[in-house]
């Protein structure tokens, strides 16, 4: 599978506009195609291995969720980007479409609060259950009083 070919099949999808370029695909994606688009990339090219997922805080554009799947046989790397707009933010999690999701979508949502729709285990991993607050989110206050590590 080439990068142009992958191109063409993500921006095949609706709403999908892809980037030019050539390495990685960055494929933009509404949420309602955020768990078709992963599939696409498993299943039509070949993209296996979930390399990682996470957010960036824009601050007055709101959040937006970044995963990076390759195809470790070609060498091909895409990026899907999706914005959950304004808070409370939710995503679709990519658990059914890739295991290795669960744990990058659990840490997203401690640091973030990105919440994901139908996660199977949607606790916290990093922070304590009485952590309050998000770390990553800009508006997170550098002085937000937390407890101490134990």
Same mark, same amino acid.
């Given at each position: 599978m080439t990068p142009e070919r992958a191109r063409e099949v993500l921006a095949a999808l609706a709403g999908v506009t892809v980037a030019?370029?050539?390495s990685p695909v960055v494929a933009h994606v509404p949420l309602t195609q955020w768990v078709a688009a992963a599939a696409v990339a498993r299943d039509t090219l070949g993209c296996a291995f979930f390399n990682f997922l996470t957010a960036i805080d824009?601050? +007055?554009d709101g959040l937006e969720v970044i995963v990076w799947l390759d195809n470790l046989d070609t060498g091909l790397s895409v990026q899907l980007r999706a914005k959950p707009g +304004? +808070?409370?933010f939710t995503c679709p999690s990519l658990v059914p479409v890739y295991r290795g999701a669960n744990w990058m979508e659990r840490e997203c949502?401690?640091?973030f609060g990105l919440k994901f729709e139908a996660h199977p285990d949607p606790r916290?991993?990093?922070l304590g259950d009485d952590w309050e607050g998000h770390p990553l989110l800009k508006s997170y206050a550098v002085d937000t009083p937390h407890p101490p590590y134990r």
């Amino acid at each position: 599978m080439t990068p142009e070919r992958a191109r063409e099949v993500l921006a095949a999808l609706a709403g999908v506009t892809v980037a030019d370029g050539v390495s990685p695909v960055v494929a933009h994606v509404p949420l309602t195609q955020w768990v078709a688009a992963a599939a696409v990339a498993r299943d039509t090219l070949g993209c296996a291995f979930f390399n990682f997922l996470t957010a960036i805080d824009w601050k +007055a554009d709101g959040l937006e969720v970044i995963v990076w799947l390759d195809n470790l046989d070609t060498g091909l790397s895409v990026q899907l980007r999706a914005k959950p707009g +304004a +808070a409370p933010f939710t995503c679709p999690s990519l658990v059914p479409v890739y295991r290795g999701a669960n744990w990058m979508e659990r840490e997203c949502y401690d640091m973030f609060g990105l919440k994901f729709e139908a996660h199977p285990d949607p606790r916290r991993i990093l922070l304590g259950d009485d952590w309050e607050g998000h770390p990553l989110l800009k508006s997170y206050a550098v002085d937000t009083p937390h407890p101490p590590y134990r």
